[in-house]
């Protein structure tokens, strides 16, 4: 079991738990001995011959913008309700649901080296998206809710910017910055969206970390990369 996925999720876990209470604080790792303890998502080879996709992963890409065949390969989750593109070598993947009292989660976790995405050493994506969370929370207040995990002491996570507006063609939302997560150097994005038209259907929670070392030019490509591609394409669990 990664403690560190496991960390995480127990953390969202009682602060979503909390949220759906009415609580307004939001779980630090210090409750991890009295919660209940998920296990962490098993890391699996995605084959990039049979991921990867002649088309932009989502309408929004336009031919400018569509990466070089075989540069991206397209990852689901396990119920096929959540789809994204990722660079070609993130191929540890995990599409596992979690779940809280109240709240399943559609996810996909995707990097090169898992165990060094969850220890902010190796560059990676989380993506979470659950209808039934759309209706306890807002995308600011989700974000808000992340803030509070990832500056927990489980994280160290140091805030840089909060609260700038995001929007695209499906989704708005905002997104903030965070660097240095356990010492680590990393850049860490995590954005916070719920569909245009329909507010309640759903949110989508997007994490992107990048390491220290990889060039701004690197880490910025395959953000955008996610942001262009993430998407509901499936009744989400």
């Known amino acids: 079991m990664n403690k560190k996925i496991t960390l995480l999720m127990i953390t969202i876990m009682?602060?979503?738990?909390?949220?759906a209470c009415g609580g307004t604080q939001a779980a630090t790792p210090q409750a991890e001995?009295?919660?209940?303890?998920a296990e962490a998502p098993a890391a699996t080879e995605a084959p990039a011959e049979e991921m990867a996709t002649e088309e932009a992963p989502d309408e929004e890409m336009t031919e400018d913008e569509e990466p070089a065949d075989g540069d991206y390969i397209l990852v689901t989750d396990d119920t096929e309700s959540l789809e994204m593109a990722v660079p070609a070598d993130w191929n540890q993947v995990s599409g596992e649901i979690f779940s809280t009292e109240d709240h399943n989660?559609?996810?996909?976790m995707a990097s090169n080296d898992l165990q060094g995405f969850t220890e902010f050493t190796a560059p990676g994506t989380w993506v979470m998206a659950s209808a039934t969370f759309a209706q306890t929370l807002g995308y600011v207040e989700n974000l808000d809710?992340?803030?509070?995990?990832f500056t927990s002491?489980?994280?160290?996570?140091?805030?840089?910017n909060i609260g700038d507006d995001y929007s695209d063609a499906k989704y708005e939302g905002r997104y903030a910055f965070y660097e240095n997560c356990l010492g680590s150097g990393n850049t860490l994005l995590i954005l916070s969206v719920r569909p245009i038209e329909n507010k309640?259907?759903?949110?989508i929670t997007?994490?992107?970390?990048?390491?220290?070392?990889?060039?701004?030019?690197q880490a910025e490509t395959q953000s955008q990369l996610?942001?262009?591609?993430?998407?509901?394409?499936?009744?989400?669990?």
Do not use: R, W, Y
């Open 206 to 217: 997007v994490i992107v970390s990048s390491p220290s070392g990889e060039s701004s030019d």
């Open 33 to 37: 001995e009295s919660a209940p303890v």
């Open 153 to 160: 002491e489980g994280f160290e996570c140091v805030s840089q």
């Open 105 to 108: 989660f559609a996810s996909i």
């Open 200 to 203: 309640t259907d759903h949110i």
């Open 14 to 19: 009682l602060a979503a738990t909390l949220a």
């Open 145 to 149: 809710l992340m803030k509070e995990v």
């Open 226 to 237: 996610i942001l262009d591609s993430f998407n509901v394409v499936g009744q989400l669990p």
